[in-house]
């Protein structure tokens, strides 16, 4: 199994471009999960699905997107980058939510 | 508003020492809290705890909940440079599907 994977690891943006980050799980969980994590700040919560189908927002949904189509993958869209965007971001998995979640190897994204 | 801190920020100790990291919480319908340590890249699980004064344990580092007091702590005995890491808390409630997340401790073992 691979687990939790994302793509891309690296990514640099302008100012207005968008972009999508790719996420996909193959453990069958109904639970994903969108993080961003700043310095200092721990994990922040943008957006969360507990199923296909079913999407919701976290603590800091705006200015992105996310849809779950199917149970494996949950894309994260970013409609117009801005500088403040500048993170690194984690998706998570689960069988439940509030459960032990596990996380993708990150996407460090710069927005300049 | 729900919350969770950790203490300290940041510690410094040396290869052999013991060291205890807090957790404590302030959310409405707990139902449990985890620790999670994050090396370069991404969160790994260590520890997940649903009841009061019941010690979880994995080789050098333990863990125990007092749901009274409303914190956790994590001890790591006899430190080792591969423990340097950042260590994230994180709690669970029973009403909505979310984690409320601590800004973590940046624990460093100087050799």
């Known amino acids: 199994n691979a687990g939790v994977t994302q793509t891309p690891k690296f990514q640099v943006l302008k100012t207005g471009q968008s972009m999508t980050l790719q996420c996909a799980q193959d453990?069958?969980?109904?639970?994903m999960s969108w993080y961003r994590q700043d310095p200092g700040m721990g994990l922040r919560l943008i957006h969360y699905s507990v199923g296909a189908g079913i999407t919701d927002q976290g603590e800091v949904p705006n200015g992105y997107n996310v849809s779950r189509s199917t149970t494996e993958d949950f894309p994260l869209r970013l409609l117009s980058a801005a500088p403040s965007q500048t993170s690194v971001y984690f998706c998570?998995?689960?069988?439940?939510?509030?459960?032990?979640?596990?996380f993708g190897p990150g996407t460090r994204l710069l927005v300049l | 508003e729900d919350k969770v801190v950790q203490s300290p920020l940041s510690l410094v100790v040396h290869e052999g020492d013991t060291v205890t990291l807090n957790c404590s919480y302030e959310?409405?319908?707990?139902?449990?809290l985890l620790w999670y340590k994050q090396e370069k890249k991404a969160p790994t699980f260590l520890f997940m705890l649903t009841s009061s004064g019941i010690e979880k344990k994995s080789g050098r580092l333990s863990s125990i909940l007092d749901k009274k007091e409303l914190f956790s702590i994590l001890n790591i005995t006899a430190t080792q440079t591969g423990d340097s890491a950042i260590y994230l808390c994180?709690?669970?409630?029973?009403?909505?599907?979310?984690?409320?997340w601590g800004a973590g401790t940046k624990l460093i073992i100087k050799p």
């Open positions: 453990m069958n969980h109904e639970y």
């Open positions: 994180a709690v669970s409630m029973d009403s909505n599907y979310q984690l409320i």
């Open positions: 959310v409405t319908n707990f139902r449990s």
């Open positions: 998570a998995s689960s069988y439940f939510g509030g459960e032990t979640q596990y």
